[in-house]
């Protein structure tokens, strides 16, 4: 039995209307909780945003959306679906890969589809090793999922149980890409299976083969896209809370919350006060520590992930090379790796996430038109350039990206931009996410499970965190269930296990995501970009703004900026001039 919030629980107050929010949202409304969700912003969705941009509606947040049956649970919890209300495309492929060869691999999720394709790409040897692989991921799925995942820690002991050892034996705490390499011995083979040790934000030589779980996710599960985009899910999921009788609170910021003691009584926006018995925040890490004035003592300071710059370009044309996401690696690796998460500089031979959405939903863009959102994960701001250095640094590591694309194949990309948002991590660290990234802190070993920042806070009886800085991390699936595992500490009572299957990838099931919303809905139906900032006061450094004026902000989770301790002393220079793709970024760093 793990801990609960003790006292009186009736009314539980949840900051942010982002994924993690809605999740544990939906998961007390289930309980039979009354529910007040408190948003900044006037839609929900937090990182997954929507910025409306001249016709083109684009997706600000993730990309890819894996275990969707992660998200029908919450649905389920108030006997809603969300397959009734929200059409998914499943993509075929999940991705195509293109290494600097020139070689090209469709990666397929089914198991026949992806051995004759990996057998067409690297041999009939490879195809043997990834059937063994594919076998491999799938049993350390059922090793993870409900005793590591999908589960609230109250202490290390906690991982004492018959799965460790079958963990253990399927050499889970081994390397990530040692054992891979059991597997499969082609270099770009291996990549494929790998490259999401970045959503981790660790070094495929250095995270643990338990993080496979990842490829699993992505490579066997399925990948989906929502018609009408990624905000489709958090507005449908908006609009059940609200059905099943949540109150959904829009435009009103949180400046603080009351306390009586080691408990809560009320949280405070700019237009009144709520009374409430719990609190559910879902702001990132350094602002929900600063709102509940509890800051839990770790021996090393918390490490974060690479950061990302983004560039949202709605084009007159697109590629035919593109498949709906692409991934475009450059010839160095281990190198990458190095550069983003240690020496803190920028990619000198960048390795790219292009989605092309467009691809599966042609109206998020004007007739015509198409859009294409390219992915540079960078050094977050306490290892390589600062906040205050983006200002110069972004528009020309934007250029350097564009000619890299030139030179692998997309020619004119440049030329065919008609609307164009970009984001780096200066727009992060206003945004106040701790060192300047969106993906919060990073999986190390010290950094995982039961010694990630738990969702309880030592000093505060009736409060629980919910977010990709706590448990179980970073991800669509995993922030899902940090709400629900949220919602489990208030209630007491463990989900039941998201059990429901998945429906076929030929499934065509009724869709509203692009309907109206419903009489009485909480959600308007035309969409504005969505941030959830969802606690306190701007931010005292505000980066310049690269997107067109008068446009929407990007998205983030909190406007506070990370507190000191967590912020990276502004060069007086400068960084290097990037035009050569090259070219070193600023060295100064925190250590």
Not at 411 to 429: F, K, S, Y
Request: hydrophobic residues 40%; contains cysteine; proline residues 10%.
């Amino acid at each position: 039995m793990t801990r609960a919030l003790p006292g009186p629980t009736d009314h539980v107050v949840v900051v942010g209307a982002g994924l993690a929010g809605l999740s544990a949202a939906l998961h007390l409304l289930g309980a039979g909780r009354r529910v007040t969700v408190v948003e900044r912003e006037d839609l929900p969705g937090g990182r997954a945003g929507r910025l409306d941009l001249a016709g083109y509606r684009i997706d600000t947040g993730p990309t890819v959306l894996t275990m969707p049956e992660l998200a029908d649970e919450a649905f389920a919890a108030v006997g809603d679906s969300l397959y009734e209300r929200v059409r998914l495309v499943p993509l075929h492929p999940a991705y195509r890969a293109c290494f600097a060869d020139g070689s090209s691999l469709d990666v397929h999720t089914g198991a026949d589809a992806m051995a004759a394709e990996v057998e067409r790409f690297a041999g009939p040897a490879e195809a043997a090793g990834y059937r063994r692989l594919r076998d491999w991921l799938e049993r350390l799925y059922r090793a993870q999922m409900r005793r590591f995942i999908d589960v609230n820690f109250d202490s290390p002991l906690g991982l004492l149980n018959a799965d460790l050892a079958r963990l253990a034996a399927l050499g889970g705490f081994g390397r990530l890409d040692a054992r891979i390499g059991h597997f499969l011995s082609d270099e770009r083979l291996r990549r494929v299976f790998s490259f999401q040790a970045l959503y981790a934000g660790v070094p495929p030589a250095r995270v643990l083969a338990a993080y496979a779980v990842i490829a699993y996710m992505d490579t066997v599960a399925g990948v989906y896209f929502p018609r009408g985009g990624m905000h489709a899910l958090p507005r449908a999921m908006a609009e059940a809370a609200g059905d099943a009788g949540a109150e959904l609170r829009y435009g009103q910021r949180v400046t603080h919350l009351e306390r009586s003691g080691e408990r809560i009584t009320a949280v405070v926006t700019g237009t009144g006060r709520i009374p409430c018995d719990a609190v559910v925040l879902t702001p990132d890490l350094p602002v929900a520590y600063r709102l509940l004035g509890r800051r839990p003592r770790r021996p090393l300071g918390l490490r974060h992930s690479p950061s990302a710059v983004v560039l949202h370009a709605g084009t007159d044309r697109t590629w035919p090379q593109l498949a709906h996401h692409t991934l475009s690696f450059g010839a160095a690796w281990h190198t990458t790796f190095d550069e983003l998460t240690r020496a803190g500089r920028l990619m000198s031979d960048p390795s790219l996430l292009i989605t092309r959405p467009t691809a599966t939903d042609p109206g998020l863009a004007p007739p015509g038109r198409h859009l294409h959102y390219i992915l540079a994960p960078c050094p977050n701001t306490a290892i390589g350039p600062h906040a205050a250095a983006w200002s110069d640094l972004g528009p020309r590591y934007r250029d350097t990206l564009l000619r890299e694309l030139e030179r692998r194949g997309l020619d004119g990309i440049e030329a065919a931009i008609e609307e164009e948002c970009l984001i780096t991590p200066a727009d992060w660290h206003t945004r106040g996410h701790a060192a300047g990234t969106p993906f919060s802190a990073a999986h190390t070993f010290a950094q995982t499970g039961p010694f990630r920042p738990r969702n309880l806070v030592r000093g505060t009886q009736n409060a629980v965190l919910a977010g990709c800085g706590t448990t179980p991390g970073v991800g669509v699936p995993t922030v899902l269930l940090s709400g629900k595992l949220a919602a489990a500490r208030v209630t007491g009572v463990p989900g039941r296990g998201a059990t429901r299957s998945r429906p076929s990838a030929t499934a065509a099931l009724p869709a509203r995501a692009g309907a109206p919303a419903r009489p009485g809905s909480p959600v308007p139906s035309v969409f504005r970009t969505v941030t959830r900032e969802a606690a306190a006061a701007p931010p005292a450094l505000e980066a310049p703004r690269p997107c067109p004026t008068g446009a929407p902000e990007p998205p983030a989770s909190s406007p506070q900026s990370p507190p000191a301790a967590l912020q990276s002393p502004v060069p007086e220079s400068p960084p290097a001039d990037l035009t050569d793709p090259t070219a070193p970024a600023t060295e100064g760093r925190t250590g």
